[in-house]
């Protein structure tokens, strides 16, 4: 017979890992606790709207489809995908817009405009940043995190020096104009740290925003994740929802039973892709990893206060994609990773995915989605939140010189509350353990319990990290070490 593996979690981690181990011949479950697949890739449905609750950028699409071709397959099988021009928009002021152009050409006499003889720094900095995505994408975050070795060869010993200087550092030797600075800087923080803290060797996300483009699946991100699932379902994997998870028995050091409400599952391994703090705490503390102290002392990705707001009428002036950097930057950080609290004038993201797919709204009306990054673990509340878009859409209408309020159909919000609710993350995480320097690779939590031996965990409280690409190469990692260590 088949060995029996139990998932805890639908989310990109775990539908990736179903699918490569339902193809080696396990018999594998996932239980979910919510009532769709997907994690934080749901979708909210209002009114004729739809809203991407989670992810909204699709960066990386190499990874994507090199997933799909796994099993035979292609991304144009299951989704259709819409190379976005403008990939996005950046504000620094009233009427103050960097627009940034799919065809790299233009990005560069955009640069060029600002800076005379940038947009030749960009190609020089794009080297060196493709140079190390052909490294760390292609190789280095396929490896496990078993051992430092995985990732100690001719090419990363050569670029030690990418590993101690921070990407700001990097970043000021190419350009100088601060519009440009953050530009060059804004791809990092989909890795959960400042970019003064982020060694320099990610600059390969600056590879994945201007070559390879921003990319959008018709109908919003839950489509890729609703995709994993008719792949995993097609390779026999069974998908519970509705069913939380509420204990791991232990006897003789592994996992024997898998307690959900009154029912029970015996799992020969049991994969967690569930956030990994939450999953510890349903194990007998003698089998827990981690301690609390070990988990308060990282440095995590922010939280977030997001809002879902349907407008009855079509928004100017802005891309599908626009940031808001019309504030101080530095303000903003320190006040979630130095001294958590809420931002007096938060940076934000604006997304109204309308713009470019007429299947997410009705016609002649925009889906806005807006994002406020924050320390997790602070304290919400409806004020809070109500104070927060009342700034959002004064900063709007400000930058942009057009009447917003009047034409709000209705907002609905989600918080650090809610993250913690809905997805038992830690302190109300939304993108998991941030990549620092002493927060990769190795330094991560492992796949692989020490303590169990039939336990491993996937997704982006471990290796490689945050975001949905490595979400589904987490579940790749993962799957083979399962296979190493226990046969199908």
């Avoid at 673990?377 to 939140?385: E, V």
Wanted: net charge neutral.
């Amino acid at each position: 017979m088949s060995k029996k593996v139990v998932l805890l979690g639908a989310g990109f981690s775990s539908l990736s890992a179903s699918c490569y181990l339902a193809k080696a011949g396990y018999d594998v479950t996932i239980l979910e606790k919510n009532d769709a697949v997907g994690g934080r890739a749901r979708q909210l449905k209002r009114d004729g709207f739809t809203f991407d609750m989670g992810p909204s950028f699709y960066w990386m699409p190499d990874v994507f489809e090199r997933f799909f071709s796994d099993f035979g397959a292609n991304v144009s099988d299951y989704y259709h995908l819409i190379r976005l021009s403008p990939s996005y928009s950046v504000c620094f002021g009233e009427q103050d817009f960097l627009t940034m152009d799919a065809d790299f050409s233009d990005v560069k006499q955009t640069f060029d405009k600002i800076e005379p003889g940038s947009g030749r720094q960009l190609e020089k900095f794009l080297s060196k940043a493709e140079s190390n995505y052909n490294i760390a994408v292609k190789d280095l975050v396929y490896q496990p995190g078993e051992s430092v070795f995985e990732v100690v060869n001719l090419e990363t010993i050569k670029r030690l020096g990418a590993f101690t200087k921070s990407i700001s550092k990097q970043v000021s030797q190419y350009v100088k104009n601060d519009k440009l600075r953050k530009i060059l800087e804004f791809p990092v923080l989909f890795l959960g740290a400042k970019p003064s803290s982020t060694p320099s060797f990610y600059n390969f996300m600056n590879y994945a925003d201007f070559k390879l483009g921003t990319w959008h699946p018709q109908g919003g991100m839950f489509v890729v994740a609703d995709a994993m699932r008719r792949l995993a379902e097609s390779l026999g994997v069974k998908i519970r929802v509705n069913t939380p998870v509420n204990e791991l028995v232990i006897e003789n050091n592994q996992v024997k039973k898998v307690m959900a409400g009154d029912e029970e599952f015996t799992p020969d391994i049991v994969l967690s892709g569930a956030d990994y703090h939450h999953t510890e705490q349903l194990l007998p503390k003698a089998s827990r990893q981690y301690s609390e102290k070990y988990w308060d002392d990282k440095t995590f990705a922010p939280s977030a206060l997001l809002f879902y707001v349907g407008f009855d009428k079509k928004i100017e002036y802005l891309a599908h994609h626009s940031l808001f950097f019309d504030v101080d930057f530095n303000k903003h950080a320190s006040a979630i990773y130095d001294e958590p609290s809420y931002p007096d004038k938060p940076l934000f993201y604006a997304s109204f995915p309308s713009m470019s797919d007429e299947t997410v709204a009705p016609q002649g009306q925009e889906a806005g989605i807006f994002l406020i990054p924050l320390a997790p673990g602070l304290h919400d509340s409806p004020a809070i939140r109500e104070r927060y878009f009342d700034i959002i859409l004064n900063r709007i209408e400000e930058t942009t010189k057009q009447n917003l309020r009047t034409h709000v159909l209705f907002k609905e919000s989600f918080s650090v509350s809610d993250f913690v609710a809905t997805y038992n993350s830690y302190k109300g995480n939304a993108y998991g353990l941030a990549n620092t320097l002493l927060q990769t690779h190795v330094l991560r939590p492992k796949l692989r319990s020490r303590k169990v031996k039939n336990l491993f965990f996937t997704g982006q409280l471990t290796v490689p990290g945050p975001g949905v690409p490595p979400s589904l190469i987490s579940g790749k990692i993962v799957s083979d070490l399962i296979i190493k260590h226990h046969a199908p």
